[in-house]
Nanobody
């Protein structure tokens, strides 16, 4: 079955960095777009970054552009989110997801990881 196991969250000071990982199994990883979303308490889940099955096709939310980088390793079946210059407003639970198509909407993704908490202190 499809599994997405997310890791790498934690507590960091503003201006710091974290790298999230999402290990995929149960499907042909290289054939699917992947994405990262986040959800803060009381807020809707929002798109953060996406990557097509080709590693050159990446896209970002405006709020993270220039600070976050999404990448994938189709040998290790893993997608990453490198987060630099973190801000307190980046605090959220971060989810990776498998895309049925490259996109920015929740409905563009069909399987979700369990989430990893990122907390940025000021």
């Amino acid at each position: 079955q499809v599994q997405l196991v997310t890791s790498g969250g934690g507590l960091v000071q503003a201006g710091g960095s974290l790298r999230l990982s999402c290990a995929a199994s149960g499907f042909t990883f290289s054939s699917y777009a992947m994405g990262w979303f986040r959800q803060a308490p009381g807020k809707e889940r929002e798109f953060v970054a996406g990557i097509g099955w080709r590693t050159s096709n990446t896209y970002y939310a405006e709020s993270v552009k220039g600070r976050f980088t999404i990448s994938r390793d189709n040998v290790k079946n893993t997608v990453y989110l490198q987060m630099n210059s973190l801000k307190p407003e980046d605090t959220a639970n971060y989810y990776c997801a498998r895309g049925v198509r490259p996109g920015r909407r929740v409905s563009d993704y069909d399987y979700w990881g369990q989430g990893t908490q990122v907390t940025v202190s000021s």
